[in-house]
């Protein structure tokens, strides 16, 4: 499986960004759940949220990213979407797409920074 994100930048406090990850490979099967890891500067990396690829898509966040962050999923192109709004400085890290499968599987992470 291999992931190729998108997106991320630097934004001003309260605004928002967009990540996406497309999917590819021909084992693409056996991928269960998508989604965003974080890892912010000297911290381990950490959930921000996740999607399942079942039918009814369902999904686990962070606490610290409840009620701002959406993550959504686009079946027919195999891509999840990270919509992140109300930024705040402690969201900056550098975001790693994940694919969740008999082993887990890492995009290139794109940095996310959040000014004051």
């Known amino acids: 499986v291999q992931l190729q994100a998108s997106g991320g930048g630097l934004v001003q406090a309260g605004g928002s960004l967009r990540l996406s990850c497309a999917a590819s490979?021909?084992?693409?099967?056996?991928?269960?759940?998508m989604g965003w890891f974080r890892q912010a500067p000297g911290k381990q990396r950490e959930l921000a949220a996740l999607i399942t690829t079942t039918t009814d898509g369902l999904t686990d966040y962070a606490d610290s990213v409840k009620g701002r962050f959406t993550i959504s999923r686009d079946s027919a192109s195999n891509t999840v979407y990270l919509q992140m709004n109300n930024l705040k400085p402690e969201d900056t890290a550098v975001y790693y797409c994940h694919a969740r499968s008999s082993r887990p599987f890492w995009g290139q992470g794109t940095l996310v920074t959040v000014s004051s």
């Open positions: 490979g021909t084992s693409l099967f056996s991928v269960t759940a």
